[in-house]
């Protein structure tokens, strides 16, 4: 007889998007006229750059010759666009990785997935509330997380991030294991300053604690101090992760590839205080369980660092940053409690007093036939917030923006 992992029986069977497509299907089928425009989704919607689609068309011509085929490539993969990442994205803030410091992705989601794996079962994790799940979801499968009791895992720490402390939170006052940050952050649409993400690299330093650090939207900061990467910040080689996506820089969702980089320096002990490097054990890792990322989505990701790629995908983003600050501007406009959207793509809302995350959701769908996220499905600490995503096209932005107007004035 085969047991099951008992651990994915701990996990609310539901997740958050098929909840809202739930309600929204369920409004559909009463309203079968109406259209309903979506401010809640996490995904892009805007075409890939033409240097994109140029490089993806030479490598499937590539594939389709004798000399040009390439089978499995190697499982951190291809030289050429390692390279291209530390040319780019590091020199040119100071940062001086080697090559086998970055490993190539099929999406940032796989690895802050993954990434755990590396630590033993018993180590404590801690995570910014409100969050992106899958960092605490893949912390439950593996049985670390411990048991779910009011919305909140018990082995978790959860430092809430809210209007009270301005979403800076606050360094845990005991130790923890293994800590992951998100900046810019998903959901709240937050960042973090170089003299705050300092503390949490001290901290680290201190405590001897991991950092699993998020960088998915670090394309979307405007503002030339805010820290791109955590390798900004000195000493944060010896002890944090570092995962990027090309999914929110260009465009990538339905691509898929990004890198993370696992510093040489960054270890971890075992139990006689034997420190061994991350590196070589999550190379070891990717061998055995990854073969690579395929080389055509390879090719569309170097194109990004071309003088033309770079010029077009900051195109994409302005276009995007232009939804937020229409955003908000206009929810503002209306009286609501925003947060982000100058250095992200999200916009955190304060639902009114008497509203929780699921009520409003409702109210708005309802009276807006609009769409936005219920803050309080990335965390406790998301109660009274809602997401709203400026992934949508200018004309759908507008119109949305429009009818929530009206609705309010009725
Ligand atoms: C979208 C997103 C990612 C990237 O996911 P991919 O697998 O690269 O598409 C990673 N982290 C956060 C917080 C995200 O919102």
């Known amino acids: 007889m085969a047991l099951v992992n008992d651990h994915f029986l701990k996990l609310p069977n539901n997740y958050l998007f098929a909840d809202i497509a739930k309600k929204v299907n369920a409004f559909k089928a009463m309203h079968p006229k109406v259209d309903v425009i979506s401010l809640g989704i996490g995904d892009v919607t805007q075409p890939l750059a033409p240097a994109v689609i140029e490089a993806i068309h030479k490598a ?82 593996i049985g670390r997380a411990g048991v779910q009791e009011n919305g909140r895992w018990s082995n978790v720490l959860y430092m809430p991030c809210n209007a009270e402390n301005g979403f800076v939170p606050q360094l845990p006052d005991r130790r923890v294991d293994v800590i992951y940050l998100c900046y810019p952050n998903n959901p709240t649409g937050t960042v973090i300053s170089k003299a705050e993400l300092r503390k949490w690299v001290n901290y680290a330093l201190k405590n001897d604690t991991l950092i699993f650090y998020d960088a998915a939207y670090q394309a979307y900061i405007q503002d030339d101090e805010i820290p791109h990467s955590i390798y900004e910040i000195r000493g944060a080689r010896k002890c944090a992760i570092e995962f990027h996506s090309y999914s929110k820089t260009a465009g990538f969702t339905g691509v898929r590839c990004g890198y993370t980089i696992v510093p040489k320096e960054v270890t971890a002990a075992t139990l006689d205080g034997e420190r061994i490097p991350l590196n070589p054990l999550w190379n070891r890792r990717q061998c055995t369980k990854f073969n690579g990322t395929s080389y055509i989505s390879q090719r569309a990701a170097e194109a990004i660092y071309t003088p033309e790629g770079k010029q077009q995908v900051k195109e994409t983003i302005n276009y995007y940053m232009q939804n937020a600050k229409k955003m908000l501007t206009t929810l503002r406009g209306l009286g609501f409690e925003c947060y982000g959207g100058e250095n992200a793509p999200y916009i955190w809302a304060k639902t009114p007093e008497t509203s929780s995350s699921w009520k409003f959701f409702e109210e708005m769908l309802y009276g807006a036939h609009v769409v936005c996220t219920p803050g309080v499905g990335f965390g406790p600490s998301g109660e009274g917030y809602v997401r709203f995503t400026a992934f949508g096209s200018h004309e759908q932005t507008d119109e949305a923006l429009h009818r929530i107007e009206n609705w309010l004035k009725k």
């Open 60 to 141: 499937a011509d590539e594939m389709a010759t004798r000399q040009g085929f390439r089978g499995y490539g190697p499982e951190q993969g291809y030289d050429f666009l390692r390279d291209a990442i530390l040319k780019n994205d590091f020199l040119p803030r100071g940062i001086h990785l080697d090559r086998d410091e970055v490993f190539i992705n099929d999406g940032a989601k796989s690895d802050t997935g993954n990434i755990q794996e590396l630590v033993r079962w018993d180590n404590s994790i801690g995570v910014t509330d409100p969050i992106y799940p899958v960092y605490i979801d893949s912390n439950v499968m």
